[in-house]
Structure formats: C-alpha cells, structure tokens
C-alpha cells in the first residue's frame, strides 16, 4: 500500500503544481481573466484527485481490481455522493464565500480527467513489484550513507535490537523497527 500512498501523493502533487504554475502557458485563453479561474481550476482538479482516490483506497493489497465489490461498500458509495455533491456544490454556488469563480465545460473536464487519471496511476503502481521498489530504497539508503559520515541527531527513538524480521516499509526506509523502538531515558515522556 506505501507504493501506491507514495506514488499518488507524487501524481497529484506534479499535476497541481503544473496546473498551477505552468497552466497560464498551456491553458486557452477566454474572455475572463484566466488567473481568477487558476486557483478554482486547481482546487476543483485536487478535489476530484482525491475523490477518485478514494476508489483506489478500498484495496490495501497488490491487486489491480479496484472496483471488485464496489456496490457492497454502501458507506463509501454514499460518502463519495456527499463528496460530489458537495464540491459540484462549493463550484456552483460557493463563490465568494470559497473564494472560487465558476470554472467552464472545458475546465471541469480537465478537473474530471485529472482525477481520473489517479485510477490507472493506481492500478500501474500496484503492478510494480515490491521487491524492485525496496531495492531502489535501500540503494537510496546506501547513497545517503555515503554522503552522510556524521552521526544523525537522534529524534527521541532508538532501534531495538538487530535482527528483527520486520520486513515493512518503515524498517527499510528508517533501519529501526518501530514495533521494537523504545523511548530514549532523557524523554520526558517516558
């Protein structure tokens, strides 16, 4: 699940940041003024990013159907509706109250499109395997060791002792075993 987590969060944040500050270039141009749009089209496109994220949320394992039992998770289907509803909503009639301008056919469809894309996005993340992705991190690790030859400052954690067979996201990123990390003597909040 870290991979897809990391892999969305790195989507949806190149896709407003080129929204943002390269859309004035690429968007066409209408009568109104395109940069009191902007922060509309880009609050619209990261709302529906994270709207059809939620469809891909529902599977925390490596496959790809998202949408197997979809219409038995009725508590998500109704959430995402108020979700919808309510951003369709903030668009619409929102205005001065979320600082937003009503965007036209061809922004809403690029907002639309966006936040799809985080499907597919999810669904080529997952059949990346996880085995390549903690090889790529643990050479990271070993490039920044090299660079690094001072001692890190501690942050209040220690790792418990090696050997552990934890084999999660956190103990190849960080080296320390989080079920195993105990607080420091000095904290004051042992």
Not at 10 to 25: M, N, T
Not at 61 to 81: E, N, P, Q, T
Not at 96 to 125: D, E, K, Y
Request: proline fraction near 5%; glycine fraction near 10%.
């Amino acid at each position: 699940m870290w991979k897809v987590i990391v892999g969305e969060e790195i989507y949806q944040l190149a896709a407003s940041y080129i929204l943002h500050f390269a859309g004035p270039r690429f968007l066409p141009s209408d009568n109104d003024t395109k940069e009191s749009r902007l922060p509309a089209l880009v609050f619209n496109t990261f709302m529906w990013m994270q709207t059809f994220n939620l469809i891909n949320n529902r599977r925390v394992d490596s496959h790809v159907g998202v949408f197997w039992g979809i219409r038995r998770g009725y508590y998500l289907l109704i959430a995402m509706l108020a979700i919808i509803g309510g951003q369709i909503t903030i668009m619409f009639v929102g205005g001065t109250v979320f600082s937003v301008h009503r965007l036209n056919g061809w922004q809403w469809g690029i907002s639309l499109v966006l936040g799809a894309i985080t499907i597919p996005v999810g669904m080529i993340l997952r059949c990346i395997p996880d085995r390549v992705l903690l090889g790529f991190v643990d050479m990271l690790r070993k490039l920044r060791g090299r660079r690094e030859q001072a001692a890190i400052p501690s942050d209040g954690l220690e790792c418990g002792p090696k050997g552990s067979h934890s084999v999660s996201f956190i103990t190849k990123l960080t080296g320390c075993n989080v079920d195993e990390a105990i607080l420091m003597p000095e904290s004051p909040y042992r």
